[in-house]
Nanobody
Framework: QVQLVESGGGLVQAGGSLRLACAVK????????MGWYRQPPGKQRELVAK???????NYADSVKDRFTISRDDAKKMGYLQMNSLKPEDTAVYYC???????????????WGQGTQVTVSS
């Protein structure tokens, strides 16, 4: 069984910073793409950033130059450093990962439970 556990959310003033962390737990052989998504109040879930196993990244236009995604495969962790936060960044943030649990097996798509980020003006 694979679990993704997010941490690091909270309340911050506009212009502040937060660092989200995602722990990938369970029987894991390898992790492919890791990503962060968010769901603002009353809106659909949207991609924030993602990073491949080789370290290639892409970002939503709204967070470019403010957010940085990273990963530590040895620790099975993913991170999202969020700087210069704006009220419109307020959302529940979800970690996502493609995980293979054994050699040669398929990649399964897993989600964390979400962590609330609230940016006050």
């Amino acid at each position: 069984q694979v679990q993704l556990v997010e941490s690091g959310g909270g309340l911050v003033q506009a212009g502040g910073s937060l660092r989200l962390a995602c722990a990938v737990k369970g029987s894991i052989f390898s992790i492919n793409v890791m990503g962060w998504y968010r769901q603002p109040p009353g809106k659909q879930r949207e991609l924030v950033a993602k990073i491949t196993g080789r370290g290639s990244t892409n970002y939503a236009d709204s967070v470019k130059d403010r957010f940085t995604i990273s990963r530590d495969d040895a620790k099975k962790m993913g991170y999202l450093q969020m700087n210069s936060l704006k009220p419109e960044d307020t959302a529940v943030y979800y970690c996502n990962a493609e995980v293979r649990t054994y050699f040669g097996g398929p990649y399964g798509d897993y989600w964390g439970q979400g962590t609330q980020v609230t940016v006050s003006s």
